[in-house]
């Protein structure tokens, strides 16, 4: 599992009074590799294997650690094509954002989807197998939902860093 390095700067800021540097090492290595046992996870932050695991099992209890993922090579899965849209909604009301978020949790290219602040309401990270699947969703999916006023798409070309998990 890698967390993902937003979700550290967010436990850092919430957490920082409950988080000793022991436990800000176990974070960096678990980041760096979920998959890592806890003997070696103990030894490279210097405690005992059984006080690295209550640590660890602590910060699972507390939600501090949400999750282990693997992390999937989308292009071997076939889904290599990856956007990010900015959608603009036609009006701002609760109702209107419910309603494209009920609707684009059920699609499956999207991956991620952002409420956000700014000039736009959201930001989506889609993934398909290539340009005429993402024009399909563009244009079915999207396209299709009343509440939505505007899209612009960001192609990724590549991606030189990435830490999402």
């Given at each position: 599992?890698?967390?993902?390095?937003?979700?550290?700067?967010?436990i850092y800021s919430q957490y920082m009074s409950k988080i000793d540097q022991k436990s800000e090492h176990i974070l960096r290595?678990?980041?760096a590799n979920g998959r890592i046992s806890n003997i070696e996870?103990?030894?490279r932050v210097g405690l005992s294997a059984s006080a690295c695991l209550r640590r660890v099992q602590e910060m699972e209890r507390s939600g501090l650690i949400?999750?282990?993922r693997a992390v999937l090579d989308r292009a071997a899965l076939g889904s290599g094509f990856v956007a990010y849209i900015g959608v603009g909604l036609r009006d701002h009301s609760k109702a209107s954002q419910e309603a494209f978020e009920r609707s684009?949790?059920?699609a499956p290219e999207v991956r991620?989807?952002?409420?956000?602040?700014?000039?736009?309401?959201y930001l989506l990270r889609v993934e398909?197998?290539?340009?005429?699947?993402?024009?399909s969703f563009h244009t079915d999916t999207l396209g299709a939902m009343p509440q939505v006023s505007s899209i612009t798409s960001y192609v990724?070309?590549?991606?030189?860093?990435?830490?999402?998990a």
């Amino acid at each position: 599992m890698r967390l993902q390095s937003q979700f550290l700067c967010q436990i850092y800021s919430q957490y920082m009074s409950k988080i000793d540097q022991k436990s800000e090492h176990i974070l960096r290595e678990l980041t760096a590799n979920g998959r890592i046992s806890n003997i070696e996870l103990a030894d490279r932050v210097g405690l005992s294997a059984s006080a690295c695991l209550r640590r660890v099992q602590e910060m699972e209890r507390s939600g501090l650690i949400k999750g282990y993922r693997a992390v999937l090579d989308r292009a071997a899965l076939g889904s290599g094509f990856v956007a990010y849209i900015g959608v603009g909604l036609r009006d701002h009301s609760k109702a209107s954002q419910e309603a494209f978020e009920r609707s684009i949790s059920r699609a499956p290219e999207v991956r991620e989807c952002h409420n956000i602040t700014g000039t736009i309401e959201y930001l989506l990270r889609v993934e398909c197998a290539d340009l005429p699947a993402y024009k399909s969703f563009h244009t079915d999916t999207l396209g299709a939902m009343p509440q939505v006023s505007s899209i612009t798409s960001y192609v990724v070309m590549g991606s030189p860093k990435d830490e999402r998990a």
